[in-house]
């Protein structure tokens, strides 16, 4: 069962699209016990090797292990080391996609939402003539006004539209606006 949003005016409810958080993205983030055995598998296998450093160094006894348990403690310290590297990879990359939306929503607030646009049309590598009508159609014109101030054919604004929103990978003026409020606000 999903989250509804509900107008209080007219009583309709909607679904309303899950934020995205760095637990929703990570699924070993929603498991916090995963992460803390893997943290206590490194540090007591660290702490056995540095012990051994420390006492080989200061002349101290060692703790004693069959080479069997050696061989375990070794293999254990191993793949916690690579786990949490690899934990540690995906956390780095999930936090730089994170401040770049960080970023794009501060330019937004910081009144550069034109800029901000103009960098998600270059993504969507629209042509200049289909970055024209692409900004025509976010201000809500219709076909035939956007040929009209485009001195253009109403079938050249048609195709141009619809190379928009291929390239965009939605159907049609309203999922182009929400494609558009999602990818720079989420």
């Not at 498991?31 to 660290?46: D, E, N, R, S, Y």
């Not at 012990?51 to 292990?65: C, D, K, P, S, Y």
């Not at 403690?73 to 956390?91: K, N, T, Y």
Request: with cysteine; glycine share 6%; net charge positive.
């Amino acid at each position: 069962m999903g989250l509804e949003a509900v107008d209080l005016e007219t009583k309709d409810t909607r679904p309303v699209r899950q934020i995205h958080t760095l637990p929703n993205r990570c699924p070993m983030l929603k498991k916090p016990a995963l992460i803390w055995i893997l943290v206590a598998l490194q540090t007591l296998c660290g702490a056995y090797f540095l012990w051994e450093i420390f006492a080989a160094i200061v002349g101290l006894e060692t703790i004693t292990l069959r080479w069997q348990q050696r061989e375990f403690v070794q293999i254990g310290a191993s793949l916690g080391l690579i786990l949490g590297s690899l934990l540690g990879l995906r956390l780095a990359l999930l936090a730089k996609r994170e401040m770049q939306r960080a970023n794009s929503a501060l330019q937004l607030t910081s009144g550069e939402f034109t800029k901000v646009v103009q960098d998600y049309f270059r993504l969507l590598d629209l042509t200049p003539a289909e970055t024209d009508v692409a900004w025509f159609i976010l201000k809500g014109m219709s076909i035939s006004d956007i040929a009209q101030m485009r001195d253009t054919r109403v079938g050249t604004i048609k195709a141009q539209s619809t190379a928009i929103y291929k390239k965009a990978g939605v159907n049609g003026k309203s999922q182009l606006m929400s494609q558009l409020v999602e990818d720079l606000l989420m």
